[in-house]
């Protein structure tokens, strides 16, 4: 048996799994788990990746590893590659004036909607170079390079010994790089910094970008929702809905998007295709918050959610508990709606929450539906993909069939995947542990739309600046 790994360097933690190369059956894992908070240093993941792979049985026989991360992070290096400042993550919402800013100096959404296939949030790494300029112009000054979270792991996992590299996935991310051309736009970078900067080289798909001491060969890795596609074999007329600190809906493209709204990013995926995404700020952290808040565990609060009737008797609760992206409302907070002396009960809270995480990602979905084409059938992905309420509820909020695996790694997955790919010159065919799927019912599609009415109508008298 051929041995590969994949490395999820995630927000919250970094997961290894450990896959026969020819079938992709997970024959070891192991995770750590990472600093809380949306500034980091870089040294805290490798750090992370030390401890969790600090049993040398782990990676034993291992030949090939890729490392996917979390998209769009901020990593700033010096003339000697070293790290200039903590990173910015991509849920760190101080550059939200800089996007704004950097969208009306060219000229308007339209205009990077056409250049990058996408429009500049605070998550953006464009827009934290801008933040950096315009607040630390010292460290701006020492800054050489700028590379991204799975660019800098990938390269410290080959000791140093050949230049950072990116792919063209992660690289979509940045927002100067154009994927149709597969180039990058340093007049954006120029835009954003006032000068050029050294950026990793973009490799290919499969290509062998070096090694690791140990003499495995390094793939070139990508971001966690590229790897995630991988992982998970998503194919055209498919979406995927991941539920991690982040929740996205995703679909496979063999065309770049261009939308407008910035509802949409036009990312490139893993294989040489696209990757049109809808991010939300606010995935599984919600579900966790209102347990807490219950004073129930997860399972409980399962129960509970499952126990109150579509629609939670008219709880609506918009989850901004971080701000958002999508739509962009950095300074957001969230809101609870609706309450009644008859429906504020533990039930219609839990599933409300659920409902309300959902349906911020089901707007989403319609935008993309209308970009990159009909959707017929959704796969959950993410740690709250393991949540029976949102297996239930999805159905009826989504209005599709929703598809559910066995506790599955997704991201890591795929990554391994990518390194089996670099190492054999094929893309395996890895089995997805699929267990089960919900059919939605007329009942909940007609649900599905009085609920999606309701959180719209919601989110423009709350959100006023969403209607314009
Ligand atoms: N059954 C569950 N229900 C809801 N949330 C869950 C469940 N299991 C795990 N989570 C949450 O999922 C999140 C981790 O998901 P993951 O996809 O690993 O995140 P990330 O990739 O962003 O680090 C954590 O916030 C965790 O508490
Ligand atoms: O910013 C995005 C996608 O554009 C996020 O999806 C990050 O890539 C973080 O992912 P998770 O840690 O939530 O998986």
């Known amino acids: 048996m051929r041995l590969v790994a994949g490395v999820d360097s995630s927000t919250q933690s970094v997961k290894i799994v450990v896959c026969d190369a ?15 908070g949306t500034e980091v240093s870089a040294q ?10 600090a049993d040398p049985s782990l990676l034993e026989g291992v030949e090939a590893i890729s490392v996917a991360g979390q998209q769009h992070g901020m990593v700033t290096l010096d003339e000697d590659g070293e790290l200039v400042r903590d990173a910015l993550l991509w849920n760190d919402n101080r550059s939200g004036g800089d996007a704004v800013d950097l969208i009306k100096e060219l000229g308007g959404a339209a205009a990077w909607a056409e250049a990058t296939g996408s429009v500049p ?31 800098w792991l990938t390269w410290q996992l080959g000791d140093r010994s050949f230049a950072p590299v990116t792919d063209r996935g992660d690289a979509s991310g940045t927002l100067y790089f154009d994927a149709t051309s597969n180039e990058y736009r340093q007049d954006l970078v120029r835009l954003a910094l006032g000068r050029e900067l050294e950026l990793p080289r973009v490799a290919g798909p499969n290509e062998v970008v070096g090694e690791t001491p140990w003499g495995a060969v390094i793939a070139p890795g990508t971001g966690d929702n590229m790897a995630a596609a991988l992982g998970l074999g998503l194919r055209p007329g498919e979406a995927v809905v991941s539920l991690g600190t982040s929740g996205t809906a995703y679909v496979q493209s063999d065309r770049q998007t261009h939308e407008v709204t910035g509802t949409v990013s036009g990312f490139a995926d893993a294989s040489g295709a696209y990757l049109p995404l809808v991010c939300t700020l606010n995935g599984a952290r919600n579900l966790v918050a209102t347990a807490e808040l219950l004073g129930v565990d997860l399972a409980e609060f399962d129960k509970l959610a499952q126990s109150a009737p579509p629609g939670s008797e008219g709880v609506s609760y918009l989850p901004y508990l971080e701000g958002e992206r999508t739509p962009p409302l950095p300074e957001a907070t969230g809101q609870l709606l609706g309450l009644t002396l008859k429906n504020l009960t533990p039930a219609n809270l839990a599933r409300a929450t659920v409902e309300g995480v959902l349906w911020s990602l089901a707007y989403g979905i319609e935008v993309l539906r209308r970009e990159a084409g009909d959707i017929g059938r959704i796969t959950l992905t993410g740690g709250a993909a393991q949540s029976a309420a949102v297996r239930a509820i999805a159905p009826a909020v989504f209005g599709l069939p929703i598809a559910f695996t066995e506790p599955f790694e997704s991201v890591a997955v795929g990554a391994a995947r990518q390194a089996a790919w670099a190492l054999t010159g094929e893309l395996p065919d890895w089995k997805v542990p699929v267990l089960g799927q919900h059919e939605p019912d007329e009942h ?22 969403t209607t314009a």
């Open 22 to 36: 020819e079938t992709g059956e997970i024959v070891r894992t192991s995770r750590a788990p990472h600093p809380d």
């Open 44 to 53: 805290a993941w490798l750090d992370a990746y030390r401890t969790a792979t």
């Open 121 to 151: 949030v605070a998550s953006m790494t464009v827009s934290k170079v801008r933040w950096l300029a315009r607040n630390e112009p010292d460290h701006a000054a020492r800054t050489q390079s700028v590379v991204l979270p799975h660019d």
């Open 444 to 465: 909940e599609v007609k649900a599905a739309g009085e609920l999606g009415e309701r959180y719209l109508d919601l989110l423009h008298r709350n959100f006023p600046q």
